[in-house]
C-alpha cells in the first residue's frame, strides 16, 4: 500500500469524528420495544383480557384467575427473551470482525460500527465488505459477490470500479474509499429481502402459527352458540356468563406460543454458554433435523493452520529455497499455507521483486508470481500443476498417508490467472504437516451413533483426506471420489454418488453449492461446517450453516449458527439442544392441543343440547394447572436425544383429535349422569372435574413416555396434589368443589377409566396412519 497516493493515507481523525458512522441494527435479536409489544399486544391477551372483564363483572373473583394467565405469560416471555437477548448481543459483539481502515496514514482495526463516510478501508482475503465504495488499489482483488447477484464467479476489481456491502474477498489484496455507509449501504437497503432469504425455515414454528389461526375462527362461531345455549338455558344471567367463559377460555391454547418462544429462548441461552452463536432463534429446529453433516476437512477435522514438513527437490539446481520464501512473502495477509512456509523462512530474499502475480484462490489451487528475470514461479496442488511423471507418481504417495503435498514449479509465464498450455517444470515438492483436532474422533463417533451421516468435502487431494478421515474412524471413509470427476449435468447421479461416497477432494467452492443442493434434493436436511471463504456459498444454501469461530467474516456473516471458541467438540451439545427444544415442543402442543380440541368439542355438544356448561372457569383454571401450566414448564426443558422428524403438525393432530373428543364426552357423560341424580349442581360439576382430571391426567402420562423416574415422580405428582385439593376443606371451597357424593364420584372414576383405555387405543391407532 505504499504506492498509493496522498489520498489514500486515509482520514484524519478530525475527518473521523466529523463523519457518518456507519450504524446499522444487528440482526441477533428484537429491540426491547418489539419485545414488549409482541409479548403485551396479542390476540389471546385481547380475547382472555374481554373474557376476564366479563367474570368481574358477572362472577365471582375466584372464576377470573385464569386471567393471571395474561400476566404470567406477558412476564416469562418477556423475561426470557430478554435473557437470550443479552446473550446474543454479546456474542454478536465478539463474532463481529474489526475492520482494517487506515487513519492518518496508519493502518488500525475498528469495530463495523466505526467505519465512516470517506474511510479508507483495506481488503484481503475472507474479508467481507460492510459498506459501499470505490476501489482505489488493487493487488489481484477478487470480489465474490454471489450473495447480491447469484453469480458465483469471482469478479476482478480494478482502481474506480465500485464495490458493494455484502460481497467478499476471495483472492488478493487492495483498498476502497467507503462511499455509502449506515442505512444508505447496498446490503442493509436489501436487509429485508434478505432476511427472508436467509431465515431458516421452521415447520415448528409456522405449524403453530396455522394451530393458532385456525382455533382463532373456530373460537368465534363456537363461542356464540355457547353464549346463546348458556343464555337460553340459564336463569340466572351470572351463572350463564360464567359457563360460556369457561368454554371459550379452556379453548384457548394460551400457553402454547410462550411455551415455544420459552423453550428457543432458554436453547439460545444454553448454547451462548457454550460459546456458541444462534443467529437466527428458528435455527435451533434446523439443529434437531439434521440427518447429513457436511464437514470441511481443513478448520474442522484439522485445527487451523499447519507445520512445513519436508522440501524434496526435484532439481538440485534451481534456488528452491528463495523461490518459496519469495512466493510466501507476497501476500500481506498470507494464508495457512505461506504463513507455514514464513515460519521456516521468516524473510524475504533479496532480489526477488515480483512483477505480475496471481493470488491463490479455492477455485484455482495455485497461486503464483512472475519474478522477471529470476523466471515466472507457481506452488499449488500437484494433481492439477503436474500432468504425469515421477514428480506426479510421488506426490500421490506422500498424499496417501494423510500428508499435505504442494507443488513448487518453474513455467513460461502466468498468462493471466490460467496457466493453459503453458510449460510447467517442477523443481520440488513441499509436504505440510496437519493438526487433528484432537476432539475430533469423539464428535465423529457420535454422529455415528445418532445417525447422522457425516460427508468429508474438502479442496484437498482426496487420497490424503481420504488417510485422515479413515485414521479418525469414519464408516466408508477408503471411498473418496475426485470432484473432478463428478457430474456436473446430471444432479440425479450427483445426489447417487454423494450418498455413496464419504470423502470428496479437490471440491470446487460452486461444488460445494452443488453438493448441498443435490442432497437436499434427495429428502436429506443438510448442515454444512465451514471455516474459509470457499464454504459461503455452501454454508449459505444449507438448511443449516455452522460457521467456525476462528473462520472468515464472510462465513461468519452467512451462518445461522457460529462456535466462537472454534470447538469442533460443542457440535454434539448444538445438536442435542436441538433436538431437546423441538421434541419438548411437540410434547406441550399434544398437551395444549388436546386441552383445545375437547374445549370445543365440549363447547359444541353443550351448545347444540342446550344443556349446562359442565365446570366453571375455576375448575378449568384448577386442572389446567395441573396437567398442562406446570408439567409443560419441566416437560419443555427436559434432557432428549431423538432425533426430530418433518410432519409436526400431522403428528400432533394425530395426538390431539382423538385424545380431546373422547376426554370431551368421558366429562359430559359424567356430568349427565350426576346431573340425572339428586345431587346439587356443585356435586355434578365436581364429578365432571373429576372426570376431566384423570382424562387428561391420562394424557400427560401418555405424552410423558418414555416414564423416567423424574417424568413418574412429575405426572404422580400432579395426581397427588389433585388428591389433596379435594380433601383439604379451604382448598375445596376455593375452587367450588363439593365431592359429597360417592355414587357421583365412583361412576366418575369408572367413566374415566375406561375413557383412559380407549384413548390409549385411539392414539395408538391414530399414530399408524400416514398423512
Known amino acids: 500500500m505504499d504506492g498509493l497516493t496522498s489520498v489514500t493515507h486515509g482520514l484524519t481523525s478530525a475527518q473521523v469524528a466529523g463523519a457518518k458512522a456507519n450504524h446499522v441494527p444487528r440482526r441477533s435479536s428484537r429491540s426491547l420495544s418489539a419485545i414488549l409489544r409482541s409479548n403485551v399486544f396479542t390476540l389471546f391477551n385481547l380475547v382472555i383480557g374481554v373474557l376476564w372483564v366479563l367474570i368481574l363483572i358477572f362472577g365471582e373473583w375466584q372464576d377470573g384467575l385464569f386471567g393471571l394467565v395474561i400476566v404470567a405469560n406477558a412476564l416469562i416471555g418477556i423475561i426470557q427473551e430478554l435473557r437470550a437477548k443479552r446473550t446474543l448481543d454479546k456474542l454478536a459483539v465478539i463474532n463481529e470482525a474489526p475492520v482494517r481502515v487506515r487513519r492518518d496514514g496508519e493502518e488500525r482495526e475498528v469495530g463495523p460500527r466505526d467505519v465512516v463516510l470517506g474511510d479508507l478501508i483495506l481488503l484481503g482475503p475472507g474479508e467481507r465488505l460492510l459498506v459501499d465504495g470505490e476501489v482505489v488499489h488493487s493487488d489481484g482483488l ?180 528463495a523461490a518459496l520464501a519469495a512466493l510466501a512473502h507476497l501476500d500481506g495477509h498470507p494464508n495457512a499455507t505461506a504463513q507455514a512456509i514464513r515460519a521456516r523462512y521468516p524473510a524475504a530474499p533479496g532480489g526477488w521483486a515480483a512483477g505480475s502475480t496471481v493470488p491463490f484462490s479455492s477455485a484455482r489451487k495455485w497461486s503464483g508470481a512472475d519474478f522477471g528475470e529470476r523466471g515466472a514461479w507457481v506452488l499449488g496442488a500437484p494433481d492439477v500443476l503436474l500432468k504425469g511423471g515421477d514428480s506426479y507418481d510421488t506426490a500421490a504417495e506422500l498424499a496417501a498417508t494423510g500428508t499435505r503435498v504442494l507443488a513448487l514449479c518453474r513455467t513460461d509465464s502466468l498468462a493471466g490467472t490460467e496457466l493453459g498450455e503453458t510449460a510447467i517444470e517442477p523443481v520440488a515438492l513441499v509436504t505440510f504437516k496437519q493438526r487433528i483436532r484432537p476432539d475430533a474422533h469423539e464428535t465423529l463417533n457420535y454422529f455415528a451413533k445418532q445417525g447422522v451421516t457425516v460427508k468429508i468435502i474438502s479442496g484437498d487431494n482426496p487420497v490424503a483426506v481420504s488417510a485422515i478421515a479413515t485414521g479418525l474412524g469414519i464408516p466408508r471413509a477408503d471411498r473418496s471420489i475426485d470432484a473432478r470427476t463428478l457430474p456436473h449435468d446430471d444432479p440425479d447421479k450427483l445426489g447417487e454418488l454423494l450418498d455413496s461416497h464419504t470423502v470428496f477432494g479437490r471440491v470446487t467452492p460452486r461444488q460445494k453449492r452443488e453438493f448441498v443442493t443435490a442432497l437436499q434434493a434427495r429428502g436429506h436436511t443438510v448442515a454444512m461446517t465451514g471455516d474459509g471463504v470457499n464454504d459461503v456459498l455452501a454454508l449459505k444454501d444449507a438448511d443449516l450453516g455452522i460457521a467456525m469461530g476462528a473462520g472468515s467474516p464472510a462465513t461468519k456473516a452467512v451462518a445461522q449458527v457460529v462456535l466462537l471458541d472454534d470447538k469442533f467438540a460443542t457440535l454434539p451439545h448444538v445438536v442435542n439442544e436441538g433436538r431437546r427444544v423441538l421434541a419438548n415442543i411437540e410434547r406441550v402442543s399434544n398437551l395444549f392441543l388436546t386441552k383445545t380440541f375437547y374445549a370445543i368439542v365440549l363447547s359444541l355438544l353443550v351448545g347444540v343440547a342446550g344443556v349446562m356448561f359442565p365446570f366453571a372457569p375455576r375448575h378449568s383454571t384448577l386442572v389446567n394447572a395441573l396437567v398442562i401450566g406446570i408439567p409443560a414448564f419441566f416437560l419443555a426443558l427436559a434432557p432428549t436425544l431423538e432425533r426430530s422428524k418433518p410432519g409436526f403438525v400431522p403428528r400432533v393432530l394425530r395426538f390431539a383429535v382423538p385424545a380431546g373428543v373422547l376426554c370431551a364426552v368421558a366429562v359430559l357423560l359424567s356430568f349427565w349422569a350426576a346431573h340425572k341424580g339428586a345431587s346439587t349442581l356443585l356435586e355434578d360439576q365436581t364429578a365432571a372435574v373429576i372426570t376431566l382430571f384423570l382424562t387428561t391426567w391420562w394424557v400427560l402420562v401418555l405424552i410423558a413416555k418414555p416414564l423416567t423416574w423424574w417424568r413418574a415422580g412429575l405426572v404422580g405428582a400432579m395426581a397427588v396434589l389433585f388428591a389433596i385439593g379435594l380433601s383439604l376443606p379451604f382448598v375445596r371451597d376455593f375452587f367450588a368443589l363439593e365431592p359429597g357424593d360417592l355414587s357421583n364420584d365412583l361412576t366418575a372414576v369408572g367413566i374415566s377409566i375406561l375413557a383412559a383405555v380407549m384413548i390409549s387405543v385411539a392414539v395408538k391407532l391414530a399414530g399408524t396412519l400416514r398423512p
Open 142 to 321: 477478487e470480489v465474490d459477490e454471489s450473495l447480491l447477484t447469484g453469480e458465483a464467479d469471482p469478479v476482478h476489481k480494478q482502481p474506480g470500479d465500485r464495490v458493494l456491502s455484502g460481497s467478499f474477498t476471495v483472492a488478493g489484496s487492495g483498498a476502497f474509499v467507503s462511499t455509502r455507509v449506515g442505512t444508505d449501504a447496498y446490503a442493509v437497503k436489501l436487509a429485508e429481502e434478505a432476511s427472508k432469504f436467509h431465515l431458516a425455515h421452521s415447520e415448528l414454528r409456522s405449524g403453530v402459527s396455522n394451530f393458532i389461526k385456525y382455533i382463532t375462527w373456530l373460537v368465534i362461531p363456537i363461542g356464540a352458540l355457547l353464549i346463546y345455549s348458556q343464555l337460553h338455558n340459564s336463569a340466572d344471567l351470572g351463572t350463564a356468563i360464567t359457563g360460556a367463559v369457561a368454554g371459550i377460555v379452556t379453548m384457548i391454547p394460551e400457553g402454547l406460543v410462550l411455551t415455544t418462544s420459552f423453550a428457543f429462548a432458554v436453547g439460545v441461552v444454553r448454547l451462548g454458554r457454550r460459546r456458541c452463536l444462534v443467529q437466527e432463534l428458528p435455527a435451533i429446529e434446523g439443529l434437531a433435523r439434521v440427518d447429513v453433516l457436511c464437514l470441511d476437512k481443513t478448520g474442522t477435522l484439522t485445527a487451523g493452520g499447519m507445520d512445513l514438513d519436508q522440501v524434496l527437490p526435484v532439481r538440485e539446481d534451481e534456488p528452491v529455497d
